[in-house]
């Protein structure tokens, strides 16, 4: 088992930034590629960004490549998401997830076994 707990967010006004992090427990977290999705109201739940288990390979959303950046400390068991220039639109419960197949690039939520709360983030016009 993994516990995963995220905490960072916030309200921001647009054009700001945030920084959420997602402190994990239990198994080995090196091993496990890390994700972040998000779910604004009303809307499916969808794919951020996610890290290999060595931090050397990161994947993007289209819609927030540029803007944020995904990176983790496996000294600290943590990951980060680093979010820059923030758009009403990144308005959403952000969740951080494990994914045990700790390579490849996968958006798939299916692929993540283990799933922390959620944090919001709301970005105000």
């Known amino acids: 088992q993994v516990q995963l707990v995220e905490s960072g967010g916030g309200l921001v006004q647009t054009g700001g930034s945030l920084r959420l992090s997602c402190a994990a427990s239990?198994?080995?977290?090196?091993?496990?590629?890390m994700g972040w999705f998000r779910q604004a109201p009303g809307k499916e739940r969808e794919f951020v960004a996610r890290?290999?288990?060595?931090?050397?390979?990161?994947y993007y959303a289209d819609s927030v490549k540029g803007r944020f950046t995904i990176s983790r400390d496996n000294a600290e068991n943590t990951v980060y998401l680093q979010m820059n220039s923030l758009k009403p639109e990144d308005t959403a419960v952000y969740y951080c997830?494990?994914?045990?197949w700790g390579s490849g690039s996968s958006s798939n939520e299916r692929s993540y076994n283990y799933w922390g709360q959620g944090t919001q983030v709301t970005v105000s016009s």
């Open positions: 890290i290999t288990w060595s931090g050397d390979n990161t």
């Open positions: 997830a494990a994914d045990n």
């Open positions: 239990g198994r080995t977290f090196s091993g496990y590629a």
